[in-house]
């Protein structure tokens, strides 16, 4: 009962009357959390209560691994909203999103649940926004570079957790968790094709955008569909080697909240590298906490960018 709302032509089922904004960001932002959800495409549809603006308002939010959507606003009275807010006492400023109370509930069963009134339900419309690539890169061999070339390692390996502070420094890479004064520097350039850039210092062919988030055996074979259909003109794609993935962290978050320059999409937040961990586990690059971590390669597992070995010498890409 009590298990649908409607929202313009969509019906929204079930609600989740147990979800709140702090269970679903240890359920699908935090590492364990993810671990335990069955299925990429599994979400969840629940009621808060968003305390962010001057007078705070009921809303219907959709939530998955790979995005949060307010669905809607409901016009619920204001004085009872504000009752339910009155109710949660001290909260930080980064934490005005709270739980709807018994209050609120009762109020949403009886107005807007199950064919109650659809002029309560006030359905939020997304705008498509194209992601911000920052300024224009220069063009493949047109650059001119203050550095040496590096070559990084390009094998898969086994990490065990000792050896990832002596690969950081070894390299200057940074990581906020390890290397804090870290700084690579780059000498990425526009390939042309909108889908790749090239690192003149590492000699690295990288996508700009990459792989869904999925497990580590579905990441295998996505890597052999990608090559299978010659994606930007090769195919030799494959996951970066840990030293590669950690070649791309900056220092500083760029204006999209993550450590990486911003020719880089912003939809693989965090990718598996070519390293297992001993004595379990697999190893990632975070780029929006800006360092490395493992954790296990089950369901969801995580994202892909993938990069090739180019000769600059002979061809560039």
Same mark, same amino acid.
């Given at each position: 009962?009590?298990?649908?709302?409607?929202?313009?032509?969509?019906?929204?089922?079930?609600?989740?009357?147990?979800?709140?904004?702090?269970?679903?960001?240890?359920?699908?932002?935090?590492?364990?959390?993810?671990?335990?959800?069955?299925?990429?495409?599994?979400?969840?549809?629940?009621?808060?209560?968003?305390?962010?603006?001057?007078?705070?308002?009921?809303?219907?939010?959709?939530?998955?691994?790979?995005?949060?959507?307010?669905?809607?606003?409901?016009?619920?009275?204001?004085?009872?909203?504000?009752?339910?807010?009155?109710?949660?006492?001290?909260?930080?400023?980064?934490?005005?999103?709270?739980?709807?109370?018994?209050?609120?509930?009762?109020?949403?069963?009886?107005?807007?649940?199950?064919?109650?009134?659809?002029?309560?339900?006030?359905?939020?419309?997304?705008?498509?926004?194209?992601?911000?690539?920052?300024?224009?890169?220069?063009?493949?061999?047109?650059?001119?570079?203050? @550095?040496?070339? /590096?070559? #990084?390692?390009?094998?898969?390996? !086994?990490?065990?957790?000792?050896?990832?502070? +002596?690969?950081?420094? =070894?390299?200057?890479?940074?990581?906020?968790?390890?290397?804090?004064?870290?700084?690579?520097?780059?000498?990425?350039?526009?390939?042309?094709?909108?889908?790749?850039?090239?690192?003149?210092?590492?000699?690295?062919?990288?996508?700009?955008?990459?792989?869904?988030?999925?497990?580590?055996?579905?990441?295998?074979?996505?890597?052999?569909?990608?090559?299978?259909?010659?994606?930007?003109?090769?195919?030799?794609?494959?996951?970066?080697?840990?030293?590669?993935?950690?070649?791309?962290?900056?220092?500083?978050?760029? @204006?999209?909240? /993550?450590? #990486?320059?911003?020719?880089?999409? !912003?939809?693989?937040?965090?990718?598996?590298? +070519?390293?297992?961990? =001993?004595?379990?586990?697999?190893?990632?690059?975070?780029?929006?906490?800006?360092?490395?971590?493992?954790?296990?390669?089950?369901?969801?597992?995580?994202?892909?960018?993938?990069?090739?070995?180019?000769?600059?010498?002979?061809?560039?890409?």
């Amino acid at each position: 009962m009590y298990d649908k709302v409607k929202v313009g032509d969509r019906v929204i089922t079930p609600i989740d009357w147990e979800m709140t904004p702090e269970l679903s960001f240890g359920t699908y932002e935090s590492w364990g959390g993810r671990e335990r959800v069955r299925d990429n495409n599994e979400q969840v549809f629940y009621f808060f209560v968003d305390n962010w603006g001057d007078v705070p308002k009921v809303c219907l939010m959709e939530r998955a691994v790979k995005h949060a959507r307010v669905l809607a606003e409901i016009d619920v009275p204001t004085q009872l909203v504000k009752d339910c807010v009155k109710k949660q006492g001290n909260a930080a400023r980064f934490e005005m999103s709270y739980a709807v109370d018994e209050a609120v509930k009762n109020w949403l069963i009886n107005n807007v649940l199950d064919g109650g009134e659809e002029q309560y339900v006030k359905p939020v419309i997304e705008k498509t926004v194209k992601e911000n690539m920052g300024t224009p890169l220069p063009q493949l061999g047109k650059a001119s570079w203050q @550095f040496d070339r /590096v070559t #990084l390692p390009d094998t898969a390996e !086994i990490i065990v957790d000792e050896e990832i502070d +002596a690969i950081i420094k =070894k390299w200057n890479f940074f990581d906020s968790a390890r290397n804090l004064s870290g700084s690579f520097v780059n000498g990425l350039v526009d390939t042309g094709d909108g889908l790749t850039v090239v690192d003149e210092r590492t000699g690295l062919q990288w996508q700009i955008g990459g792989i869904d988030i999925c497990s580590t055996r579905t990441m295998q074979l996505k890597i052999k569909e990608v090559n299978s259909t010659n994606f930007a003109g090769h195919k030799d794609w494959r996951q970066p080697t840990m030293e590669e993935a950690l070649s791309l962290l900056e220092p500083v978050e760029n @204006f999209k909240g /993550v450590h #990486l320059h911003p020719c880089f999409s !912003i939809d693989q937040p965090f990718v598996f590298v +070519a390293a297992q961990r =001993k004595p379990g586990g697999y190893w990632f690059v975070d780029f929006k906490q800006g360092r490395a971590f493992w954790s296990s390669g089950t369901i969801p597992g995580g994202f892909g960018r993938l990069c090739r070995s180019i000769n600059l010498d002979i061809s560039g890409v």
